[in-house]
């Protein structure tokens, strides 16, 4: 694996969440609020159909940095504002850019775009690069 | 608030890491985590969502806050991880709310947890922002 240094690029994730993805992640997670599950909820409260869960978009998020760093005892901090709403069945390119050094900690800022609109904007990430 | 219990399964880990569309093995399967030197299946990072969620989802249902989930938005999180949790953890969850503002007509609230497993160990701290819109 390349060395990771300020200015360095993560490799790029890119995920299609299917339609059912949202059923899954409200199983695994407990969150069943229907504005994830129920299309016509959804609309009846102003938006635009079923929604991605955040903490969906934030595990692919963390994903692309356990991935990059080399596992999940590699991360040890992320931070995300959510932007804007996740859709099903669109695909997300997360991007990372390393934009510091600490010693041993790298600060990673990181996007999950789709449908060119980020969901996902400045997203910090510290990541132990030992 | 009283904490929140969860025990950690492997059925639960590989559920989470399956449908966040996870593939490393340490999260699936046994023997690869094993032979990796942990002691059980591992729990991805973001897993934190779902052991810390309960005493979240407690937490926003405070009847002294009388929260509209159906108005409701997640506006925001970070968590800070330490040690590692893998199946068979006991984690606690403690949370308390830090902060209420109100802005454009908009109410956002900070929940702040703390989650330790059964050695005491913290094995994430959370912040937890939610955004609740007006109903119209």
């Not at chain 2, 942990?38 to 009388?66: I, K």
């Not at chain 2, 109100?102 to 994430?124: I, K």
Request: overall charge negative; hydrophobic content about 40%.
């Amino acid at each position: 694996m390349t060395p990771l240094e300020p200015g360095s690029e993560l490799a790029m994730l890119r995920v299609t969440p299917d339609r059912a993805v949202t059923e899954r992640y409200a199983s695994a997670s407990g969150d069943a609020n229907p504005i994830h599950l129920d299309e016509a909820f959804a609309k009846s409260v102003g938006l635009p159909g079923r929604i991605l869960h955040g903490l969906y978009t934030m595990a692919l998020v963390a994903r692309a940095q356990t991935d990059a760093a080399g596992g999940p005892e590699k991360l040890k901090r992320l931070d995300v504002t959510f932007r804007g709403v996740g859709l099903p069945e669109h695909e997300i390119t997360i991007t990372s850019t390393v934009t510091e050094r600490h010693g041993e900690r790298l600060i990673v800022t990181a996007t999950a775009k789709q449908q060119d609109k980020a969901i996902i904007r400045n997203a910090v990430a510290e990541l132990e690069s030992g | 608030m009283p904490p929140a219990h969860y025990l950690v399964s492997r059925e639960a880990v590989r559920e989470y890491a399956i449908a966040v569309g996870e593939s490393n093995p340490l999260y699936l399967d046994l023997d690869a985590a094993r032979s990796a030197g942990h002691e059980d299946l591992v729990a991805p990072p973001m897993f934190a969502a779902v052991y810390a969620g309960p005493a979240f989802a407690a937490a926003m249902r405070d009847p002294e806050l009388d929260i509209d989930l159906t108005m409701l938005v997640h506006g925001g999180q970070e968590f800070e991880w330490g040690p590692l949790v893998v199946a068979g953890d006991q984690i606690t969850t403690a949370i308390r709310l830090a902060e209420v503002s109100e802005r454009l007509g908009m109410r956002f609230y900070v929940w702040h947890s703390s989650s330790q497993n059964q050695r005491d160990e913290e094995v994430s701290r959370g912040s937890w922002t939610v955004i609740v819109r007006p109903r119209e």
